[in-house]
């Protein structure tokens, strides 16, 4: 059990730290609900305000909610996906092998991200603001923009999460990717 009980809303990023239960809903580009599915998020240090590890998956979700995204490369991209974050001040850059990811923090509440995904049917960008409802709350939202020539919004993710805790599940803990 970790002795921490609250984020370091002075340290950029820090406010990201934890394991977080998610529910991810899609919407098309007329706000027509396509599906939703739940998930677990887990966020930690690995070198305490330098480098910060994201993981984002299905897993211990039921095999029928990760079945009904298998259409979907992209969101399926985005809602498992995992990659290490250099942090400089309050912008941070970074990714893994197959995608590529910058962010800002505009206010110690509020971040904003572009995720670019290299290759495949799930090639292009991710979009996303986080916005800190409460120090345990905070809602993610933004488009996909798909490569090639049409770079029309193809859906926009809704993603509420919930600090279940501080510490993560040392199952989710993976190597630097940097």
Known sequence: ????LLSDFATPYDVMVGFWAKQSVTYDPKGKF????????AV????????IHFREDLEDVE????KQY??????????????DLRVRGKTATGGSHDVTVSGTETRPDIYHFHLNFKSGADAGDW?????????????????????????KIQWIVVQTLTRISFDIPERLVRKLQL
Not at 34 to 41: E, F, K, M, Q, W
Not at 44 to 51: A, D, E, L, R, S
């Open 1 to 4: 059990m970790s002795a921490r």
């Open 34 to 41: 396509i599906d939703a599915v739940p998930g677990l998020v």
């Open 44 to 51: 930690y240090w690995k070198q305490p305000g330098k480098i």
């Open 63 to 66: 095999e029928k909610s990760a």
């Open 70 to 83: 298998a259409y979907k490369a992209a969101v399926t991209k985005l809602i498992r996906t995992e990659f």
């Open 127 to 151: 979009y996303n603001s986080h916005h800190y409802v409460t120090d345990n709350e905070r809602h993610i939202m933004g488009p996909f923009v798909p490569a090639g020539r049409n770079r």
